[in-house]
């Protein structure tokens, strides 16, 4: 078993910053490709980023690019998340998940990964 354990949510103003953090243990972290999703009330689960295993290579949704950046550090088994110039449309619970076993195609759809967290709140006020 691998646990996941977010952290770095909170309340902020658009246009501010926020860093969220995903702490692993259990496994051999550098062997899963990590990702991070969101989720509103009511609404399905949305694919924001991932980073494969070696680091190198990152994956975002479009309405993130330019403004979020994921990197990952296998020595400490920690996945960041900073995410910048924040808007409203940001506020959700973001989760952090992980697998040992995708492929390219399925990196984005949160069936594929059998590892979540808890989930922390983002908040972003006008």
């Known amino acids: 078993q691998m646990q996941l354990t977010e952290s770095g949510g909170g309340l902020v103003l658009a246009g501010c910053s926020l860093r969220l953090s995903c702490a692993a243990s259990?496994?051999?972290?550098?062997?899963?490709?990590v990702a991070w999703f969101r989720q509103a009330p009511g609404k399905e689960r949305e694919f924001v980023a991932a980073?494969?295993?070696?680091?190198?290579?990152?994956h975002y949704e479009d309405s993130v690019k330019g403004r979020f950046v994921i990197s990952r550090d296998n020595a400490k088994n920690t996945v960041a998340l900073q995410m910048n110039s924040l808007k409203p449309e940001d506020t959700d619970i973001y989760y952090c998940?992980?697998?040992?076993?995708?492929?390219?195609?399925?990196?984005?759809?949160?069936?594929?990964?059998?590892?979540w967290g808890q989930g922390t709140q983002v908040t972003v006020s006008s």
């Open positions: 980073i494969r295993r070696s680091g190198g290579t990152t």
């Open positions: 998940a992980a697998d040992a076993h995708l492929i390219l195609s399925s990196l984005r759809r949160s069936v594929e990964y059998d590892y």
């Open positions: 259990g496994r051999t972290f550098s062997c899963y490709t």
